[in-house]
């Protein structure tokens, strides 16, 4: 028989994310985790292969374009910018592997819901998986529009000469760690096919949680060896967190 999930209110969302890591290579868990894992291990190894080799002549590059009274700031700047860099590259193929394994990720949240919450998870998860595969997709592209404008918007911030190179970088990574969130909370509302427009609402009201949570999945994105990991990890925190803080809300669904 499941064993119900003690549900604590209080855990931050950096608390989820170390939650679980606990929960992803649990006995039953195991399996669901595999295919987000391979993916995310093929994508993120090659991406950041090749961001290592080029990331330093792309910062000097980008130094570049400092005004010369400013020059003095690129000791400064050089970091900022490796971490806009990363976290670029980290969301950049993160998403292109939430896309790929998305269908799978869902899967893996549903059965870990179904254990949290001491229920026996459907027979026909597999067969599920192929006929909400349109819906799963559409639901990746919805994710996708609500990204692109914001992005384009901070990407073009950065062109502008001081203020691309200092508070921009900032705002990209907290921008990232609010769409970390959501990409990975998403999984166990899109299951119970709450609207996107319900699941960002309510993500805001508990903003300071979901920018935790997303914040520690975008710094270990960013760190190679680990990032391999991130995926079904998050997934598994970001359920355990729908479990506790939004399953009772959105009941109707």
């Given amino acids: 028989m499941p064993q119900q999930h003690n ?13 679980g890591l606990q ?13 987000p894992l391979v993916i995310n291990v093929v994508l993120l190894g090659s991406a950041f292969a090749t961001l290592l080799t080029h990331l330093s002549g792309w910062i000097d590059n980008w130094l570049s374009y400092l005004p010369s009274w400013l020059e003095w700031l690129s000791y400064i700047l050089w970091p900022l910018l490796a971490i806009a860099a990363l976290v670029s590259f980290s969301y950049f193929f993160s998403t292109i592997a939430n896309w790929i394994a998305a269908p799978f990720n ?11 919450t001491g229920q ?5 998860s597999f067969k599920a998986l192929i006929t909400d595969l349109p819906r799963t997709m559409g639901r990746e592209w919805t994710k996708l ?17 001081a203020i691309g190179q200092t508070v921009a970088p900032i705002l990209w990574f907290l921008f990232n760690a609010w769409m970390m969130t959501i990409q990975y909370v998403d999984y166990p509302f899109d299951n119970h096919k709450v609207p996107f427009p319900e699941m ?23 760190v190679p060896i680990i990032n391999l990991f991130v995926m079904p990890i998050a997934v598994c925190g970001a359920t355990a967190m729908w479990v506790d803080h939004y399953r009772s809300q959105f009941k109707r669904y």
């Fill in 120 to 124: 026996t998870p459907p027979d026909d």
């Fill in 7 to 19: 549900t604590n209110s209080t855990t931050s969302g950096a608390g989820y994310f170390f939650q």
């Fill in 23 to 35: 929960l992803a290579f649990q006995p039953g868990t195991r399996r669901f985790v595999l295919i």
């Fill in 145 to 161: 529009k609500y990204y692109l404008p914001k992005a384009i918007g901070l990407l073009i911030l950065m062109w502008i000469p």
């Fill in 106 to 116: 869902g899967l893996l949240a549903e059965y870990l819901e179904a254990k949290l």
């Fill in 200 to 222: 960002r609402d309510a993500l805001k009201q508990k903003r300071g949680q979901a920018l935790s949570f997303g914040a520690v999945v975008m710094l270990l994105t960013m």
